[in-house]
């Protein structure tokens, strides 16, 4: 989407610094991008699973008799254009309710003889001609048929008009409606979003039609192949402003019905899809700037504006804009490029074509207030949506089966757009952290599912939904990425803007890519794949998972497996390539560079591989592909030995990677636990950020696992061996702490450094944090604490402080102006060790004057993260799970995550017996949405118990005899 729904990335957050302390936090950040994910998928946590889209979609056994009874169109009309004006209340009615009124005229070519016309239509209440819910004409001359019966079909969303003779193919005609539908504030289509600014009540109209709810807005023909031309009016009161697709043209003003009004009229909008319309009236603001001619509009509430927090994205937005220009070859396809933020906008941003809709933690960027965290989201999603403009929006694909193309695609290029914008960054390598390790986890489950899907398994809205899954962007985007590093990026542009330039205005399947990359294989000299673009991307694309390759450097034994992180699951979805897959595999062999190799079967032999002596053999470098690594000992031994004298001598990504796959590879089974611990040893001496927080991201499960009992006092002995020098580093570079490291990615680290070395007890840390905090509440007006290392400074200093520190955080959460300021707070609340403290805060979750009841289930799952706080969240949210339920059981996406995040550290038989009482006993109240999540956490909790047995041993042993 415009995601609405989307998926997090907790761009420098410190969060496994606040799971060590007991608070994993997901901060407001989860929510991503345009990954509306959030929305419906709860997870927005660290590579957890995506509990999306797992369930097969139905298909249906009895096939509907009647045309309106399908839920996709009919082929018999094609939409030409539409003029839309609408009308919305931004105060209720005498009865109390927000509405929106308009009408809309459709021109439509018959392209096959027909007697109905079905059209989208949601949630509206239609005026009526002669009984009839709509008015039809013709273009030319042709007779017009008389309509002998409208009606509305609930289920499948259209409106449905029986005419007395057929349609003439060939022949246009349109079709007039007035309407009238409720504003309500359910993030769908035409909505209604509120705020108060200086104590008043604000409303602002805003849309998001992604996927289905446009047709909630306006009568229309809603799928994306659909496209048409709109000529969009609104009106709205005189007081604020009106923006769509398109550039205002005019604006008058007049008196309707008594009423004062503005009528703003908008330039018809190139052609394109429904899902991509915006309609938004508010009272905002906006500052500007012009490149080429282009208009560059970023508009927010008139006092973020004023503060300066717009100018970042401002600042961004030209130079990503001309990053995919010239990228694309293609130039921006509009006369302008708004981009709004929204107070309370569910998703994370939305690419509605010409004006993009985000929340604000997704645009607006406060120099003062905000960490380089908040920075680094602003401008990827700013660039993932800017991508969409060409990659989704001018060319469009036909049906959400292949939604995956174009979230998978923006998810990889937007990390090339920012570093266009902020080369310093080393953005491209974060790719590994955000999308490819979180998707491993994901993909690595025996119910995961293939990227593509065929068009007739995804019909119905919550099908369509569904596509919007963690399988979907990230690895999406791991898979392009793959495709494009063994194309070369230039052959893979050349064939990306010839698509693009071919299907402009159009809609396109996903092999229309690999046909277009493949012409631009064969055009160039010089490149040589096994296969074509199209059968090899089928391996990836056509089947889920993805391969172990193990690599005998005794032998230059090469063997492939389908990688599953639970050695006993099963795997019950058959392939039709019988899980191999033709891999990629770029090497270097004692440091230099070799041939790519392809692995085409299950078992090869690549005799540059046999290696001995000192000689080591890496693969994957710079992990371009989509798959896992494992050696013979020998090599391991080898590359470990590398890692702690000259680790240097591996790229970053590749030192996070090796991490990654052995922590992975020893969860299932194929390597030792032993060998992964081992990988983390060099860590004293790794100051860059990416391979800690990949350690400290697989180390967290083993902190979960162990906080509860004796194995923790030598785990943390460890860690605080391997933090200190990290820590003493930046102590240095920062001058005593009285500096921000320059580097973008060494102020991530310091966070992590911060974060871990107080919880390890490295001296002088906790003094630090401690110091800071008192400061600021001898003044409260002036925080002397650096945006990015807020959200570790007050964890620690309330877990390690009393009910002073606690309270004095309450009321700055009470008066925190700033939405992220206010969210830090809250979580850090939850990190208290004092009990009582924690229980208190658990009744606040349950009083909305206290805890918005937006935030309950969230800051209870903050709760249960501290060790702590676990055993009292669990006991309350058993003991009022009635009242829970019914407050916030009913549809809300992080009411699942309440559920997994509660249960995460379950590891003991009787917490197990706990949960299945705690299923039974509420069998009757129900779980809702958490439904599948309490499955979920039986299974879990049931596997960690095992690997507990199995692990702990040997865990201790390994911690105890490496932390002296
Ligand atoms: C839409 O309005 C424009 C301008 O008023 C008019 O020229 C055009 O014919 C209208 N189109 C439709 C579909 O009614
Ligand atoms: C639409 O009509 C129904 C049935 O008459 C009514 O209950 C509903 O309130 C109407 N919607 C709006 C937004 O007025
Ligand atoms: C935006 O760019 C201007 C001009 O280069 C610069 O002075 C300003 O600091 C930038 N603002 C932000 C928030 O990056
Ligand atoms: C698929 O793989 C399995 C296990 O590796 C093997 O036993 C089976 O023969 C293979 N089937 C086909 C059709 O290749
Ligand atoms: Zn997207």
New binding site residues.
């Given amino acids: 989407m415009g995601k609405v729904y989307y998926i997090s990335k907790n761009v420098g957050l410190g969060m496994f610094v606040l799971a060590i302390c007991g608070l994993a936090t997901i901060i407001a950040l989860s929510v991503a991008y345009d990954k509306e994910k959030s929305k419906n998928q709860g997870n927005v946590g660290d590579g957890e699973s995506d509990s999306t889209s797992t369930t097969t979609p139905s298909t249906t056994p009895d096939t509907p008799k009647e045309p309106w009874d399908h839920y996709r169109l009919p082929d018999s009309l094609i939409p030409v254009s539409y003029n839309v004006t609408l009308w919305p209340r931004l105060k209720p009615n005498a009865e109390g309710l927000y509405i929106f009124t308009g009408h809309s005229t459709v021109i439509f070519n018959c392209v096959k003889e027909t007697d109905l016309i079905i059209i989208h239509s949601k949630k509206l209440n239609f005026t009526t001609f002669f009984g009839h819910h709509a008015k039809l004409s013709s273009q030319d001359d042709t007779p017009v048929p008389t309509i002998l019966n409208s009606w509305l079909v609930k289920k499948t969303e259209f409106l449905v008009i029986q005419l007395g003779s057929r349609l003439s193919a060939g022949a246009s005609y349109s079709l007039y409606t007035e309407f009238l539908g409720e504003l309500a504030d359910d993030l769908e289509g035409f909505y209604r979003s509120e705020y108060i600014e200086d104590g008043v009540k604000k409303v602002v109209a805003t849309s998001q039609m992604q996927a289905t709810y446009a047709r909630k807005s306006f009568p229309c023909f809603d799928e994306p192949a659909m496209k048409a031309v709109f000529t969009v009016t609104i009106i709205h009161s005189r007081d604020t402003v009106a923006l769509s697709n398109g550039k205002e043209k005019e604006t008058s003003e007049t008196v309707i019905d008594g009423v004062d009004v503005k009528i703003t009229t908008f330039e018809p909008t190139r052609k394109m899809s429904t899902y991509l319309l915006a309609f938004i009236v508010s009272d905002f603001v906006s500052i500007e700037s012009n490149q080429n001619d282009l208009l560059i509009r970023i508009w927010a509430r008139r006092k973020a504006i004023d503060d ?1 927090q717009g ?2 994205a401002l ?1 961004v937005t030209g130079p990503i804009l001309r990053f995919y220009e010239h990228y694309y070859n293609t130039s921006y396809p509009l006369s302008k490029s708004d981009q709004i933020a929204l107070p309370d906008f569910n998703a994370g941003a939305m690419e509605n074509w010409g004006l993009v809709t985000y929340r604000e933690t997704a645009l607006l ?1 406060d ?1 003062i207030l905000s960490s380089t965290g908040n920075k680094e989201r602003v401008s990827t999603v700013i660039s993932h949506e800017l991508a969409h403009m060409w990659f989704g929006n001018l060319v469009t694909l036909r049906w959400w089966n292949d939604l995956w193309l174009n979230e998978g695609f923006a998810s990889y290029v937007e990390y090339l757009g920012v570093d266009y914008a902020e080369p310093t960054w080393n953005i491209k390598d974060h790719i590994i952290l955000y999308d490819v390790q979180k998707v491993f986890a994901v993909d690595a489950l025996a119910f995961s599912h293939p990227l593509s899907r065929g068009e007739e398994e995804v019909t119905e809205p919550a099908q369509i939904s569904e596509m919007f899954s963690t399988i979907s962007y990230s690895k999406g985007a791991a898979v392009l990425r793959m495709l494009s590093e063994f194309l070369t990026e230039p052959v893979f542009a050349r064939g990306l803007s010839s698509y693009l330039n071919t299907f402009a205005f159009g809609n396109t399947v996903y092999t229309d890519l690999w046909d277009h990359l493949q012409q631009a294989v064969e055009n160039t000299p010089g490149i040589h794949i096994p296969h074509s673009v199209e059968k090899i991307m089928n391996h990836w694309t056509l089947q889920m998972g993805y391969p172990v390759v193990t690599i005998d450097t005794r032998t230059g034994s090469i063997t492939q497996k389908h990688f599953l992180l639970d050695p006993d699951s099963t795997v019950d979805r058959p392939s039709q390539f019988n899980y191999t897959w033709y891999v990629p595999i770029k090497w270097m062999k004692t440091g230099v560079e070799q041939p790519q190799y392809w692995l085409l079967q299950k078992t090869d032999t690549h005799i540059p591989m046999r290696v001995s002596g000192e000689d080591w053999v890496l693969a994957n470098t710079n992990v371009s592909g989509y798959f896992r690594v494992n050696y013979d000992p020998d090599n391991w031994d080898r590359l470990l030995s590398l890692l702690n004298t000259n680790h240097q001598a591996v790229s970053i990504i590749n030192r996070a990677q090796i991490i990654d796959d052995a922590f992975n590879l020893a969860r299932a089974k194929i390597i030792s636990t032993t060998l992964a611990l081992r990988t983390t040893k060099y860590l004293s001496k790794e100051r860059d950020y990416i391979p800690w927080e990949s350690a400290l991201r697989n180390l967290n499960y083993y902190i979960l696992m162990f906080d509860r009992n004796e194995v923790y006092g030598v785990l943390q002995a460890y860690l605080k061996k391997q933090i200190q020098p990290l820590f003493e580093h930046f102590k240095t570079i920062t001058s005593n702490w009285t500096r921000v490291p320059t580097g973008h990615t060494d102020q991530y680290n310091q966070i992590n450094a911060i974060g871990i070395a107080c919880s390890a007890g490295v001296e002088g840390c906790r003094e630090l944090i401690k110091s800071w905090y008192r400061e600021w509440m001898k003044n409260p007006n002036r925080n002397p604490i650096h945006p990015n290392l807020k959200s570790t400074v007050y964890c620690y200093s309330i877990a390690f402080g009393g009910v002073a520190e606690w309270d004095f955080a309450w009321s700055m959460f009470k008066n925190a102006t700033l939405a992220s300021e206010a969210s830090r707070l809250r979580s850090a609340l939850a990190c208290s060790k004092i009990p009582w403290l924690l229980n208190r805060y658990l009744e606040y979750t349950l009083d909305p004057t206290k805890i918005r009841k937006q935030d309950a289930t969230s800051t209870i799952q903050n709760i249960a993260r501290n060790v702590v706080g676990m055993p009292l969240a669990w006991n309350f949210v058993k003991a009022r799970w009635s009242y829970i339920f019914q407050q916030y059981g009913k549809g809300s996406f992080s009411f699942s995550n309440l559920v997994s995040g509660i249960t995460q550290r379950f590891s003991t038989e009787y917490e197990l017996q706990e949960l299945k009482r705690f299923k039974e006993e509420n069998l009757s109240v129900g779980f809702g949405s958490a439904t599948m999540a309490l499955e979920q956490a039986i299974e879990k909790t049931t596997a960690n118990i095992k690997w507990v047995t199995e692990n702990k041993a040997e865990v201790q042993q390994w911690f105890a005899q490496e932390s002296t």
């Fill in positions: 300066g100018n970042y600042n960027y120099p």
